[in-house]
C-alpha cells in the first residue's frame, strides 16, 4: 500500500543547537503523526514526537499555530512538512 502525502506547513525557521524547526500550520497535527519533510536539499520522514506553543508543550496543533518541533534531521526556511497518509 503506497503512502500519499497531505501538507501540513512550512518551516519558518530552524535551531541548529537545538534541532527544532518552527513550522506554520495549514493543517491540524499531533503526537505520534508519521511525517515527512522536503524541499531543495532536504529529504526525511520521522514520527511527531514533541511540540511546543511559547514553551508549553502540546498533544496536538491546529492549523494556524506556529508551532516549536523537534526533528530528526536538518531542516531549512522553506522546506514543506506533510502528513503521511496509508
Same mark, same amino acid.
Given at each position: 500500500?503506497? +503512502?500519499? @502525502? ?7 525557521? *530552524? ?6 524547526? =518552527?513550522?506554520? @500550520?495549514? !493543517?491540524?497535527?499531533?503526537?505520534? %503523526?508519521?511525517?515527512?519533510? +522536503?524541499?531543495? #536539499? #532536504? ?12 514553551? +508549553? ?5 491546529? !492549523?494556524? %499555530? %506556529?508551532?516549536?518541533?523537534? =526533528? ?6 522553506? %522546506?514543506?512538512? *506533510?502528513? @503521511?497518509?496509508?
Amino acid at each position: 500500500m503506497s +503512502k500519499s @502525502l497531505e501538507k501540513v506547513g512550512e518551516v519558518t525557521h *530552524y535551531f541548529t543547537k537545538i534541532s527544532v524547526a =518552527v513550522v506554520d @500550520l495549514s !493543517a491540524p497535527i499531533k503526537i505520534g %503523526d508519521k511525517i515527512a519533510i +522536503k524541499g531543495m #536539499t #532536504t529529504s526525511f520522514e520521522q514520527t511527531v514526537k514533541s511540540m511546543q506553543i511559547e514553551g +508549553k508543550d502540546l498533544e496536538e496543533a491546529k !492549523a494556524g %499555530d %506556529d508551532i516549536g518541533m523537534k =526533528v530528526d534531521d536538518r531542516v531549512r526556511k522553506g %522546506d514543506i512538512v *506533510y502528513r @503521511l497518509v496509508e
